[in-house]
């Protein structure tokens, strides 16, 4: 059972196109972060978010956590080729618990 | 600075084989991981350390042993290799979780026939 759900699992658009991914859950997260990974490498940081409700932006990427801190998004405008790779999401429960738990994945491709 | 470390880049196992996957890291963390990525399951948690000495179970741990003798190894041992455990494996290091940046390694990629 993942306990992280992205959605979609797969992703083909045209450069310029505008674009969001998911990453739901029902499990409440102290944090979330977003990493983005290109092929035959491991995932690379974009973004960690800590608070409920925050938004925040890299470059074309905006990021949001859900208020009740159970959900997140990713937002990217006007996308170009070099968007195009694996994007996970992967929370964390904080506390004693020491786990970060990635989600199921979303392959974006960009078509130029 | 060489980061995090993976060896071997490939390896191809017969089912009953046992290997050792190597994993190093040079930037003093206390906390280190061991992932599987499969298609469509992103990447699962199979053991954790917080610290030498100190290990636990992921979500995927079966047929798996790891052990933390010093704070830059964490080797994943693989007892009796299935075919379900061929996948990509990923090692990642970081000072904790949650806030902090996970550093992954390149990978090793295996298949168990």
């Known amino acids: 059972t993942q306990l992280l759900e992205q959605s979609p699992q797969f992703l083909s658009i045209q450069e310029g196109e505008n674009l969001t991914v998911y990453c739901n859950s029902s499990?409440?997260?102290?944090?979330l972060q977003w990493y983005r990974q290109e092929p035959g490498e491991g995932p690379v940081l974009l973004v960690t978010v800590v608070t409920g409700g925050e938004v925040k932006k890299l470059k074309r990427l905006t990021f949001q956590f859900g208020d009740a801190r159970k959900d997140s998004s990713l937002h990217i405008t006007a996308a170009q080729p070099g968007d195009t790779g694996l994007y996970l999401c992967a929370g964390s429960f904080g506390g004693a618990t020491n786990k970060l738990i990635f989600g199921t994945g979303t392959l974006l491709a960009v078509q130029p | 600075n060489a980061g995090v470390t993976q060896t071997p880049k490939f390896q191809v196992l017969k089912t009953g084989q046992s290997m050792t996957l190597q994993c190093a890291q040079d930037m003093n963390h206390e906390y280190m991981s061991w992932y599987r990525q499969d298609p469509g399951m992103g990447l699962r948690l199979i053991h954790y350390s917080v610290g030498a000495g100190i290990t636990d179970q992921g979500e995927v741990p079966n047929g798996y042993n790891v052990s933390r003798s010093t704070t830059e190894d964490f080797p994943l041992r693989l007892l009796s290799a299935a075919p379900s455990q061929t996948s990509v494996y990923f090692c990642?290091?970081?000072?904790?979780?949650?806030?902090?940046?996970?550093?992954f390694g390149p990978g090793t990629r295996l298949l168990v026939l």
């Open positions: 990642a290091s970081s000072y904790g979780v949650g806030r902090q940046t996970q550093y």
């Open positions: 499990s409440v997260f102290s944090s």
